[in-house]
């Protein structure tokens, strides 16, 4: 039988780094036993930790919008029949505007790429 553990809250990367010895030896716990409980808290408290310490930032919109043309062999004219004129997507694709409420609707629908993620600002190309 695996011992139990005094679980608290996660606060420095000594914390963690305890919390990720503690997690492994549970790993295994059989589901409905008081290990498998203490695996399930551990696994919430490292992934609050995690999520603060390393926050992952929303994809690019124009990012994202590549990354599902090249996955689906979409060229920029589709694109551009989306988006209205070729002009536009042009300037999307470029990073010189964001795309409109309109255009944003258009592609979820369309592509189902995730409005949270169409929103965002284009970021200036470097």
Known sequence: MQTTYAIKPIKTEVDYEAAMEQLEEFWDAKPGT???DQLEVLGILIDQ??????????????????FYMEQNGLD???????LGSRSRASEFLNHKTSLSLTQIRKLNEAWNIPADILIQPVRESA
């Open 34 to 36: 008081p290990e498998a």
């Open 49 to 66: 930790y995690e999520t603060q310490q390393f926050p992952i930032a929303a994809p690019d919109a124009v990012e994202a919008v590549l």
């Open 76 to 82: 920029r004219s589709e694109l551009g029949k989306l």
